[in-house]
């Protein structure tokens, strides 16, 4: 089954830029979604299809999508950025949704 | 607005029978594929199962199959989770999210609802 692979954790300061990653065999094949989820609460879409923002998203979250790893990138980062992020996509050979194992960010 | 609202959840024994119901407004319901995702006291997502807009087409994640059964009544605006021979391992946050095809992101969750096998 296919497999995608974040790291667990990543630091970074406010004002700063965070990178998520999310590893994958040729996920730049597929359409990679993220989403934001804060403790207590639902996950929350942030990017879909690689790099689009639904409404209402911050212009500081973007993401990429290239070969075997998709990235997710917070610019100038805040206090409120603080959560847990899962990448996820559709492998089409075995017919089943995949997330991530999910990336806390920590702001430090 | 969009919203998704599930209910049903509770405390079963192990090898009991849970039905979960997500009942859906503000939106196209039969319109819309729907999944079923849960997530573990202190861990990550789990896609559970997805349904097609019409019904016709549904998959299950191997934890599940041949024991969950996902359903849906367009005309009520409701998904439903069928959930027999329950294990330890079935307790979590079950939510309910909308996509617009089986390829496309989960655009809307519900609040979840907590489903805890123990005896």
């Known amino acids: 089954s296919y497999v995608l692979t974040q790291p667990p954790s990543v630091s970074v300061a406010p004002g700063q830029t965070a990178r998520i990653t999310c590893g994958g065999n040729?996920?730049?094949?597929?359409?990679v979604h993220w989403y934001q989820q804060k403790p207590g609460q639902a996950p929350v879409l942030v990017v879909y299809d690689d790099s689009d923002r639904p409404s209402g998203i911050p212009e500081r979250f973007s993401g990429s999508n290239s070969g075997n790893t998709a990235t997710l990138t917070i610019s100038r980062v805040e206090a409120g950025d603080e959560a847990d992020y899962y990448c996820q996509v559709w492998d089409s050979s075995s017919d089943h949704q995949v997330f991530g194992g999910g990336t806390k960010l920590t702001v430090l | 607005q969009v919203q998704l609202v599930e209910s049903g959840g509770g405390l079963v024994k192990p090898g009991g029978s849970l039905r979960l119901s997500c009942a859906a407004s503000g939106f196209t319901f039969s319109d819309y594929y729907m999944s079923w995702i849960r997530q573990a006291p202190g861990k990550g997502l789990e896609w559970v199962s997805y349904?097609?807009?019409?019904?016709?087409?549904?998959y299950y994640a191997d934890s599940v199959k041949g024991r969950f059964t996902i359903s849906r009544d367009n005309a009520k605006n409701s998904l439903y989770l069928q959930m027999n021979s329950l294990r330890a391992e079935d307790t979590a946050v079950y939510y309910c999210?909308?996509?617009?095809?089986?390829?496309?992101?989960?655009?809307?969750w519900g609040q979840g609802t907590l489903v805890t096998v123990s005896s």
């Open positions: 999210a909308s996509s617009r095809s089986i390829a496309a992101s989960f655009d809307y």
């Open positions: 040729n996920i730049g094949s597929k359409s």
């Open positions: 349904i097609s807009s019409s019904g016709s087409t549904i």
